[in-house]
């Protein structure tokens, strides 16, 4: 669940949007709601200064809902109308532990049979509920099939640098809302999103 500082109003608007895209059956509320919804969290989240841990995001989630961003003359960015994310293109983060206890982060894109995984370090500040990240490995597979798996944008060298790296150099997610079957962030670009534990996808879908 959610913290109880935070206002029930918009964070009801997030949990009828992560149900409706787990089951087919529950009405989505429309996107200009979850946006605000969203700009509302955020806002909640920098005025009570909740830190959330990695563990709380460890696990797989599914993309439901996201904005894009487009660039103003004075240098700043205005977010573009809000979307929810196709099923029938699945959208997938994974956040994790290896053997030696470093943070992990995967991102899976995936299109009928066609799936690409991209993997890599991950540096999660508890402070700023900031993860930041970078993709090293690139898995490309057909089916079951796995036909393609190479370092990418300089492999072992970048994971060797990355706990050096500036995150001022780094891309990530800033989150601001984290719960047991959803989370919400801000990605370096300006854009927001929203997610939903993957395990809890119900056979209902749209």
């Not at 700043?76 to 109308?81: S, T, V």
């Not at 930041?132 to 060797?160: H, I, M, N, P």
Request: hydrophobic share 40%; charged share 20%.
């Amino acid at each position: 669940m959610t913290s109880t500082s935070i206002s029930p109003d918009f964070v009801a608007v997030l949990e009828q949007a992560a149900l409706a895209f787990q089951n087919s059956e529950v009405s989505r509320p429309d996107a200009e709601q979850v946006v605000e919804a969203l700009l509302q969290a955020e806002k909640s989240a920098k005025q009570t200064a909740i830190d959330y841990q990695f563990s709380q995001l460890e696990g797989q989630w599914r993309l439901c809902f996201a904005t894009g961003t487009r660039k103003i003359r004075q240098g700043g960015i205005k977010l573009k109308k809000g979307y929810y994310v196709p099923k029938i293109a699945k959208a997938q983060l994974s956040f994790s532990l290896d053997e030696s206890g470093s943070e992990r982060i995967g991102n899976l894109a995936q299109i009928g049979l066609l799936t690409l995984k991209f993997s890599g370090p991950a540096r999660y500040q508890t402070k700023k509920n900031l993860l930041a990240f970078d993709f090293t490995q690139l898995q490309v597979c057909l089916g079951e099939k796995t036909f393609y798996s190479q370092a990418v944008r300089g492999g072992a060298e970048k994971e060797r640098a990355f706990s050096e790296t500036s995150i001022a150099k780094l891309p990530f997610f800033a989150f601001f809302l984290v719960g047991d079957h959803f989370v919400a962030a801000r990605g370096r670009g300006g854009g927001l999103a929203l997610w939903v534990k993957n395990d809890r996808l119900s056979g209902k879908t749209g």
